[in-house]
């Protein structure tokens, strides 16, 4: 498939915002035969992004980082309350999106894999110039 990708010059880019489990899953296993391809544009809790051949913490189960996506999750709930006047009321989270972010306390990366954090990276986030050898 990527060969394909990359005889026809399709441009693939993998957007990930900081601990989202999804991105990462299925872990890459050269004995199922599953690689991530594309040059990946990750965002982090401040909305400021990188291009990298491959988002951080590959391995979302690492005991290495389980104390930072525990910070990350509790910032994230603190990001939810002062965004609305750090950035504006249109960035104001419903109820249920501030629940999710609680439960994203007991299971960080859950709460990351909401569509309003990737919204917010499009209107907040770095601008980033990717190229097609990153």
Do not use: C
Not at 6 to 25: S, T
Not at 106 to 124: C, E, Q
Request: charged share 25%; no cysteine; glycine share 6%.
């Amino acid at each position: 498939m990527m060969k394909m990708m990359e005889d026809q010059d399709v441009r693939y880019f993998r957007y990930v915002y900081g601990n989202d489990m999804v991105p990462r899953l299925p872990f890459d296993d050269k004995s199922l035969f599953f690689k991530h391809f594309g040059t990946t544009l990750y965002f982090n809790s401040f909305y400021d992004g990188k291009v990298m051949g491959e988002e951080p913490n590959k391995n979302y189960f690492s005991i290495v980082w389980t104390i930072p996506k525990y910070i990350n999750a509790f910032w994230e709930v603190i990001r939810s309350l002062i965004l609305p006047y750090w950035k504006g009321k249109e960035y104001k989270e419903s109820h249920v999106e501030r629940l999710f972010r609680m439960v994203g306390m007991i299971i960080p990366g859950l709460a990351a894999h909401g569509p309003k954090d990737y919204v917010d990276v499009t209107r907040l986030g770095t601008e980033l110039v990717p190229t097609i050898n990153e």
